[in-house]
């Protein structure tokens, strides 16, 4: 419970360490793969809409992105939510591309 307690995360939140043939890029269904550098970067549950709307508009998941892209994700959207607006993936698009480092 140190997790839950460190980084916020809801007591209702189940956590399980994954199986060694589980992978991050196909969670089973009805999990959600988070590493700890997401949680470093700012990330508290439940994600807000807008960030699950920005990982399902890129076809990503949480665990694929990196800790700088998470920090910025989250910190954008704590800016438009002071500023009375929601971050969402057409403005992002226009910022520039959301791009893997592959």
């Known amino acids: 419970m140190l997790l839950h307690k460190n980084f916020y ?33 700012g990330l508290h549950f439940p994600p807000t809409a807008e960030l699950v709307e920005i990982l399902r508009r890129c076809g990503v998941c949480l665990s694929q992105f990196s800790y700088r892209a998470m920090s910025v994700i989250v910190g954008l959207i704590a800016l438009f939510r002071d500023r009375g607006a929601v971050l969402t993936p057409e403005h992002l698009s226009r910022m520039g591309r959301l791009t893997s480092d592959m």
């Open 9 to 41: 995360i809801p007591n209702d939140v189940v956590t399980t360490v994954p199986k060694r043939s589980d992978r991050a890029s196909l969670p089973p269904p009805g999990y959600l793969i988070v590493s700890e550098t997401s949680l470093r970067a």
